[in-house]
């Protein structure tokens, strides 16, 4: 007599499958960090995808719905807004020079933020403390624990992830700091 009852390998297969999706747009997103820092190449602006005979830009050139932002701040301006000495360490990442606390910015398209976010915020509330819904931009949440912290903001120029570790002040610290940097983001 046959059954439906699954076996621990396909139950194991099954949980694989159901994550592949967002792990496979995470990777995606992953390399879409702030600043290109010359290392890698950049194809440049829908403008300049236009042929040399003033054609217009290539179809597949992208819409201005799909254009990463830049990193938001320089090394004096995480200083101040985590109040202390921070350094640039390359695609907007900023350490503290002693291999302890840093902040990161990474960015992406609007479009691909929405595409990611309910799993972001999923995974969010299983790894932190305290996650809250942010007031400002089309969606957004902070997430703190003693150690670390991540918030995500989607505004129509594009997506913020800025993810922070290692501050001295606990959860209420980590916040304050999240909150001052999402504020110091242009709108």
Same mark, same amino acid.
């Given at each position: ?12 297969r ?11 747009l995470l ?7 702030? &600043? ?5 190449? *950049? $194809?440049?602006?829908?403008? %300049?995808? /236009?042929?040399g005979?003033?054609?217009?830009p290539d ?12 990193c ?14 921070m350094r640039? &360490? ?5 350490? *503290? $020079?002693?291999g302890?606390? %840093?902040? /990161?910015?990474?960015?992406a398209s609007?479009d691909?933020g ?6 972001q ?18 969606r957004?949440?902070?997430?703190v624990?003693d150690i ?14 800025v ?7 606990g ?8 909150r ?8």
């Open positions: 007599m046959a059954t439906d009852a699954l076996t621990p390998a396909r139950t194991a099954l949980h694989r499958a159901r994550l592949a999706l967002p792990l496979l990777a995606l997103l992953a390399p879409a960090g702030c &600043d290109s820092g010359g290392d890698v190449f *950049d $194809g440049g602006s829908a403008d %300049s995808a /236009a042929g005979d003033g054609g217009e179809a597949g050139a992208g819409a201005v719905d799909d254009v990463r932002p830049p938001p701040f320089t090394a004096a301006q995480v200083s101040e807004i985590v109040g202390q000495t640039d &360490d390359g695609n907007c990442l900023f350490g *503290d $020079g002693k302890v606390a %840093s902040l /990161a910015v990474t960015t609007a691909a929405k595409m990611t976010y309910e799993y915020y999923d995974q969010a509330g299983k790894q932190y403390e305290k996650v809250v819904d942010l007031d400002r931009g089309e957004g949440y902070l997430a624990k670390r912290g991540e918030a995500v903001l989607i505004e129509g120029k594009g997506t913020y992830t993810t922070i570790s290692s501050f001295a002040g959860t209420a610290g980590n916040e304050r700091i999240l001052r940097t999402l504020d110091a983001i242009p709108a």
